[in-house]
């Protein structure tokens, strides 16, 4: 029988770092590097949204500015992915990555992340989601922590499989985006897989 579960509040410490990355709250500083990947097709291609204008990427600026810690079901943190390493782009914002808590009675919880193209194929996406996956088990105590997305998002499912992450479903046109039927994927991965 499981033991009854006592949740808690997420609230990390800032800035998290791994190998090549910094992790941190986003701050009004950041809507040019914001802007600069959600204005672009290719990045909206597979999400809900179409691509952003730069008031459009503001108004969701702020929201993610507060997405710092996490107290109850449907809290989320939204974090700015930097590099740490020496360069022109060190210190700037390259995407971001979420967690969201999604059921307190079920334990469970969702990941997401965004990355400027320029900055894919260098596992940055995994490395940063890898954090999110440790916070949410390790710190939150969840159960079970799911990953969505357009089942033609070919490079996102390769990040959540380097996660470990098992594809659980495909539904077959479940939803109505942008003018036509898109099938979504379901990865998840549970706190026993993960701590194994």
């Known amino acids: 029988m499981t033991p009854p579960y006592t949740a808690c509040v997420l609230q990390p410490r800032y800035p998290i770092t791994t190998e090549r990355l910094l992790l941190r709250p986003f701050t009004e500083a950041d809507l040019d590097a914001v802007h600069a990947y959600e204005s672009r097709p290719d990045v909206a291609r597979y999400l809900y949204w179409q691509p952003r204008d ?31 390493h020496t360069g022109p782009d060190n210190g700037r914002v390259i995407g971001s990555v979420l967690l969201i808590w999604t059921s307190k009675e079920h334990r469970q919880g969702e990941i997401g992340y965004i990355l400027h193209p320029d900055h894919h194929g260098h596992g940055y996406a995994a490395e940063a989601a890898r954090v999110m996956l440790h916070l949410g088990f390790h710190d939150l105590g969840l159960h079970r922590i799911t990953g969505r997305l357009d089942a033609r998002n070919t490079a996102s499912a390769r990040v959540l499989e380097k996660l470990h992450m098992r594809r659980e479903a495909t539904l077959i046109d479940n939803e109505f985006v942008k003018g036509e039927w898109a099938s979504e994927a379901i990865y998840a991965i549970l706190d026993t897989e993960w701590a194994a």
């Open 54 to 84: 730069r008031d459009t990427s503001r108004t969701f600026l702020d929201k993610k500015i507060t997405r710092t810690a996490v107290h109850d079901e449907g809290d989320a943190l939204d974090l700015a992915i930097t590099l740490r």
